[in-house]
């Protein structure tokens, strides 16, 4: 098991289980599991809805979208069954937030999964876990199973005339299967490809059945939520941005770890003070805020940011998964935009022209640019590609290839500039991009 | 859905609230480039070429999946549009080998049409590009992966137009690779659909594969030869020493009654023409016994003072009635009525049949006096509910199959199937009822009510009220069908309102040559030969003593009772089982393309042209009739329709009499019934408006306008085109028209390369006589690759049927499990 980390200016809701024991169904309900879900038993859909609005819970997936809002979008009358899918795919490079749920929390999955399920009227829950955490099925399934035995799950819950199932499922090990119809499909047994929309998975999902898809880190949250109330939880957080987040902060920093704090800490303390401050007494470089898809912002640009989905998407970036990025100022930026153009181009899945051809071009150009062959032009056509991916493609896959590259390029022309004529590598001597 | 009104770059357009953008584009000409989309099958939204601006929306979208509403505003041309497009391209071109001056697709590939288009001139890259090797995925099909732009059309048109799903992608991002489902080679029904869908050249076809440029071809379109449903097909055709050579056939511009369809015999299923078997000479058996090649005219003087001096001869076993006349599946209207007439008014004899794959005898009898009842092949793409019954259309006939397909994807269609064995359209029917082996003529005492008719069968009675319940129904019977069984089966659907029939038969024409008369108890428009009507006067000494049929005729041979037999296009002795050394005693004259079993014992075999080198019309099995155009030549070959005025003429017949050429022939067809001396009256038809000289928004493979001459289309429409030769077939087709009640055609239509429907309800009433005996029906229950003796002398279908026997069970029965 890693190592927890811990600071004093952390708030403790959604990690408060952590390293309790809490994947122990009999310890989660010392303490104090189930207690949400009984709760929402009683009250009902409508209420539960309200709470989830009330608390101003953002999807911590990476669009932020209004949990409370997105599930409200349900049709209440439907001919086909409605689900609940948990995304557990977490695949963006810099985030591992949602496997230590998994792994120290997996009572809050079911139980957010089983509320998720009551509020939109679902009777099915499924539980999608990333390909490659295969160490983390064991637990889930045993803590579904653990639940199925104490009746929590199944056709009668908690001795009500209420039904709800769920599955755990894993992908195949693929990011794409993170964007939520790529999800579906995979889950349904096909290539992890996204689909059209409209329709949306609120009234077309899974199996053609309307279907509430969040992150398992939204879904952790939901139990507490219910049981703090929305406005408590609401109150923890800054304006439209309610509760906390496990921010992922990785990279040249001394003590990095998943840290919970509430939406809107502010970025430079986060590194300074949170996670000890740039390693070795190392100068900022730049940060990615949110997930390795998510702009670089360079030092002056975190002085007062707030570390909410506005005030990022303000400051020209975004929030995303959470995973803050810390680069030194030993840090090549042309190695550290191959590197996150490399991700993406081998997790592109294929289906649409300017991703599929896009990333590759750009790994392709971005790999002699790096090797000292590069040339002006090089420069200006790595940002026409990326310029001309943003927005053209059929998921947001390709936007987040290319959103990164264009704040490289942007932010740090003169780093590309140094790569010119031959000349090997400037930055060359220390490049172990911690890439979590 | 109600209409809406939108904009489009400042046009107002109206069209149903959620047709595609796209769509509704194309309709008002604007057209909006597109690799991923094709009309039909399901959206990808993949390949971003079709991006336009809507108002009010932050991004481009995607005008192959925008459906219109009520007042938006669209704009598909700007220069924010113009340069995501062009990159689009760009990133295409990156990896593209751009080998176009040796690709298969030049000059009719759509990225070379867009990148013509939207510039993208220069390359941005200097790195290496992704290569691989071409792969021969079957003896059909050839994939080129470095052309692949991954528009999954292909597999899209093999998995849900084809019902195959033989094509997947393989590999994820930039190392996407569409794959075969039989990990380096195909397992399919090779019709070569996908090759059709690809908009570049990434998928190729054996017999086409660096032959030729497309420019260097004439394109003819004209109507496939193997099976009754009569796809058009264009034969790209070039010039070689000994004629013109057919290198291509494909379907080119999508205009015909086929829509995008067409299978692996009429794509593929072309080099009988060249066949080193082609008979290319006249041959006439010398003293020694052996056949000797002669020339065209000893040949024609041989066997016209021959057929003369029998019809002429008093004795005993001379004269008109001693001689046999058997008449082709495969050859036009026009010579078969032109056979028929040469044969009741130059040889005297009503000995005339054809081998007959079907009951149309039977079918029409039972539709007489009915009109608007009998389907044309466009209705089974339309019809709401389908009842098959027998038959096995996937391998019989692949083109109806396609449609049914097409109507189940995009209308839900509901179709019911009652067979006696599993057929694979039972993939797309709501219910099947499992008949018990040749159980099919006590279907219908079932479905009219008799209960214990079929015995105990599962579903029987839900079937039997699924299928009454409908409030409209085609009904579509295979050649398990014969005689009275026709009849009854017709007699319960028409006691129903909205009931439609088709009746399923095999070649290209069969049911023209049944059509035109090429029967000893009927004439053309199956008039009976006991009541002639207007044949009286057109035909002096016309008989009005049915002759004998084929079978008969062979029998009478073998006895010496015939003293010649007369065969065009037909293998009768092979067909039937006759001894070879039973006919010696008969004169035996063949017109075939190849040396079949009768016609190696024939006395004289005169080399004739097929269907890919003629012109004329055919009918297909639901009455369609389309134009047939002369694509290929081959040196020393006539069209049957020639020789028979030829030997004609050599019997000392007059020529003009026989077919109505030269001035004074001119007759604009009559809308209205010629005077029968029958009691049944058609109703005047007005002539439809013409359907559309076809040309297609260069969208497709088939970048070019339809083929038909305008010109000659309006003059041939008016019949104010001069026949000047006897050799013209059109003169013949005069004639029809002005004698067939079912044959009043719209010629228009027809010149333009479109298919007419004819009407067997037209037939008269009177015209009832005995059912045909049922052991007269010889289906040919072909398959996916055979066609007849055509096929077994089609190297690419020989090839291909091989192939899939080595590799898989047949495709019906895998598909079937
Ligand atoms: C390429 C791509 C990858 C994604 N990967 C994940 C992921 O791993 N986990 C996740 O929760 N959401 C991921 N998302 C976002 C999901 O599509 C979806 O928005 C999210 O699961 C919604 O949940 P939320 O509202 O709780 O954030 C991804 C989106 C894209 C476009
Ligand atoms: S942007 Fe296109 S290619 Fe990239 S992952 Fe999404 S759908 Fe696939
Ligand atoms: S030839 Fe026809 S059946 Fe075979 S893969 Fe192509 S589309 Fe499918
Ligand atoms: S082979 Fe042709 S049709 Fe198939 S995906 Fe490639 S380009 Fe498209
Ligand atoms: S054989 Fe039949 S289905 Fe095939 S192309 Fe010819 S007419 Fe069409
Ligand atoms: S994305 Fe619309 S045609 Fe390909």
Redesign the pocket.
């Known amino acids: 098991m890693p190592k927890l980390t811990s600071h004093p200016d952390e708030v403790k809701i959604i990690s408060k289980r952590f390293g309790m024991g809490a994947a122990n169904i009999d310890r989660y309900i010392e303490l104090g599991g189930y207690e949400a879900t009984r709760k929402c038993l009683a009250e009902g859909s409508e209420w539960i809805i309200n709470e989830m609005k009330a608390s101003g819970l ?8 209004p ?1 409370g809002l ?1 599930w409200s979008f349900v049709p209440k009358q439907s001919a086909k069954p409605k689900y609940v899918l948990v ?6 490079p810099g ?1 591992c937030k ?1 496997h230590l749920i998994f792994l120290h929390d997996p009572h809050a999955i079911i139980e957010g999964t089983i509320i998720a399920g009551l509020a939109i009227g679902a009777k099915m829950g499924f539980i999608y876990l ?1 390909g490659e955490y295969r160490y983390l099925i064991e637990i889930m399934e045993k803590a579904v199973a653990d639940a199925y035995a104490k009746g929590f799950l199944g056709k009668n819950i908690f001795g009500t005339e209420t039904e709800f199932q769920a599955v755990v499922q894993t992908g195949a090990g693929a ?2 299967v ?6 579906m499909e995979s889950l349904e047994g096909k290539r992890g490809v ?1 689909r059209i929309k409209p329709p949306f998975p609120a009234v077309v999902g899974l199996y053609g059945g309307p279907t509430v ?7 952790a949250s939901v139990p507490h939520i219910i049981t703090m109330g929305g406005a408590a939880y609401a109150a923890v957080g800054s304006e439209r941005n309610g509760g906390t987040r496990l921010f992922g902060i990785s990279g040249h920093v001394e003590r990095p770890g998943i840290y919970e704090l509430p939406m809107g800490y502010n970025l430079k303390k986060m590194i300074y003070e949170v996670a000890g401050g740039v390693r070795g007494g190392r100068k900022l470089k730049a940060v990615v805020p949110g997930g390795s ?1 998510t702009p670089v912002l360079l030092p002056e640009e975190i002085e007062t940011l707030g570390m909410d989905f506005d005030q990022v998407g303000k400051a020209g970036s975004m929030l995303g ?1 959470g995973g803050v990025v810390v680069i030194d100022d030993q840090t090549c930026i042309v190695e550290f935009a191959l590197r996150t153009i490399s991700f993406y181009q081998h ?1 592109s899945c294929g289906w649409c022209i300017p991703c599929r051809e896009g990333t590759d071009w750009l790994k392709k150009s971005l790999t002699r640019f790096h090797a000292g062959f590069g040339t002006k032009k090089d420069i200006d056509n790595i940002q026409y590609l990326a310029e001309n991916m943003m927005g053209r493609t059929f ?3 390709g936007d ?1 290839a290319a959103m990164p590259t264009l704040g490289f390029v942007k932010k740090f022309r003169k780093e590309f500039e140094d790569h010119l004529d031959g000349k090997p590598c400037p930055y060359a001597k220390h490049v172990e991009v911690a890439l979590v | 859905m109600p209409d809406v009104t939108f904009t489009v770059d400042g046009k107002k357009l109206t069209a149903p609230a959620g047709t595609l953008l796209i769509e509704a584009c194309r309709k008002a000409g604007i057209e909006i480039p597109a690799f991923c989309y094709y009309p039909g099958l399901s959206l990808q939204a993949a390949c971003r070429m079709c991006v336009v601006r809507q108002e009010k929306v932050p991004k481009l979208q995607t005008a192959c999946t925008t459906t219109v509403a009520e007042g938006q505003v669209f704009t598909t041309e700007s220069p924010e549009i113009t340069q995501a497009r062009k990159a689009t391209i760009e990133l295409l071109l990156g990896n593209h080998p751009l080998d176009c001056p040796v690709c298969d697709a030049g000059g009719e590939c759509e990225l070379q049409d867009m990148t013509f288009r939207y510039g993208a001139g220069e390359s941005l890259y200097t790195e290496a590009k992704n290569h691989r090797e071409e792969q021969k995925w079957s003896p059909a099909v050839y994939f080129d992966r470095p052309r692949c732009i991954l528009c999954y059309r292909c597999v899209r048109m093999c998995g849900e137009g084809m019902d195959v799903w033989a094509l997947g992608i393989a590999n994820r991002g930039s190392s996407a690779i569409i794959a075969p489902n039989g990990g380096d080679h195909l397992d399919c029904e090779q019709c070569g659909m996908c090759i059709d869908a690809c908009p570049v050249g990434a998928l190729t076809s054996d017999t086409y594969r660096y032959k030729t440029r497309p420019w260097e071809m004439n394109h003819v379109s004209t109507v496939c030869t193997h099976c009754g449903d009569g796809c058009k097909v264009t034969l790209g055709v070039r010039q070689v020493d000994d004629g013109a050579e057919i290198v291509r056939g494909d379907n080119r511009d999508k205009s015909g009654i086929n829509g995008d369809f067409l299978c692996a015999k009429g794509r593929f299923g072309f080099d009988f023409v060249d066949s080193k078997d082609r008979l290319t000479k006249p041959l006439v058996r010398n003293a020694a016994g052996t056949l000797e090649p002669v020339t065209w005219e000893h040949a024609i003087r041989v066997v016209s003072n021959k057929l003369k001096e029998i019809r002429d001869s008093k004795t005993e076993n001379g004269g008109g009635s001693s001689i046999g006349v058997i008449g082709s599946n495969t050859g036009t209207n026009e010579e078969n009525y032109l056979l028929q007439k040469f044969a009741r008014t130059v040889l005297g004899t009503n000995n005339i049949d054809h081998i007959r794959t079907t009951d149309y005898a039977a079918f029409v009898r039972a539709m007489a006096g009915h009109e608007h009842r009998a389907a044309s092949l466009r209705d089974t793409e339309t019809a709401k509910a389908i009842l098959l019954i027998g038959g096995n259309p996937t391998e019989e006939h692949p083109l109806l199959a396609w449609n049914i397909r097409t109507n189940f994807r995009h209308n839900t269609a509901r179709l019911y199937i009652a067979t006696d064995s599993p057929i694979k359209l039972e993939r797309q029917a709501r219910q099947t009822l499992s008949l018990p082996v040749e159980g099919y003529e006590s279907l219908t005492a079932f479905l009219s009510g008799d209960d214990s008719a079929l015995g105990e069968i599962e579903n029987a009675k839900t079937f039997r009220e699924a299928v009454n319940a409908e409030e409209s129904l085609l009904v579509i019977f295979g050649q398990e069908f014969r005689g009275a069984a026709i009849e009854s089966l017709v007699k319960w659907g028409l006691a129903k309102e909205n009931v439609k029939f088709a009746y399923l038969g095999d070649y290209a024409n069969s049911r023209g040559a049944a059509d035109m008369g090429l029967s000893p108890d009927l004439l053309p428009g199956y008039i009976p030969v006991t009541t002639p009507g207007a044949f009286a006067e057109e035909y002096p000494n016309l008989s009005t003593q049915p002759g004998m049929t084929a079978p008969e005729m062979l029998d009478a041979g073998c006895r010496g009772e015939l003293a010649a037999l007369y065969i065009v296009g037909s293998d009768p002795v092979t067909a039937y089982g006759t001894d070879p050394a039973a006919l010696k005693r008969a004169f035996v004259v063949v017109q075939d393309i190849f040396l079949t079993g009768t016609a190696a014992l024939a006395d004289v075999v005169l080399p004739a042209a097929s269907l890919y080198e003629k012109a004329g019309t055919v009918t297909n099995t639901f009455g369609d009739i389309q134009l047939v155009k002369k694509a290929a030549d081959k040196a020393g070959v006539k069209p049957d329709f020639e020789i028979l005025v030829r030997i004609a003429g050599g019997m000392g017949a007059d020529v003009k009499k026989l077919v109505p050429f030269g001035r004074g022939s001119i007759t604009v067809p009559a809308v209205t019934a010629p005077a029968l001396s029958v009691d049944f009256v058609p109703t005047p038809r007005p002539i439809p408006s013409l359907r559309g000289i076809h040309g297609d928004l260069g969208q497709s493979r088939g970048a070019h306008s339809g083929e038909a001459d305008r010109h000659a289309v309006w003059l041939a429409a008016r019949g104010l085109e001069l026949r000047l030769s006897p050799f013209d077939p059109l003169a013949a087709l005069d004639e029809i028209e002005r004698l067939v009640p079912s044959y009043k055609l719209d010629r228009l239509n027809l010149f333009a390369g479109n298919d007419v429907h004819s009407e067997p309800g037209f037939v008269p009433v009177a015209s009832l006589t005995a059912p045909t005996a049922a052991e007269l029906i010889l289906p040919a229950h072909d398959g996916l690759f055979t066609s007849g003796v055509l096929g077994d002398h089609t190297k690419a279908l020989v090839e291909l049927n091989s192939y899939q026997e080595s590799i898989s069970q047949p495709v019906a029965e895998a598909a079937a499990d």
């Open positions: 953002r999807g911590r997936g990476g669009a932020g979208f949990t997105k995304n557990g795919d977490e695949s963006e985030t949602d990333r990011y794409e993170g964007e939520e119809s790529a999800l996204p898809i969040n992150n398992a880190e939204t879904i898809s998964s997790e998921c947001p896959l987040a």
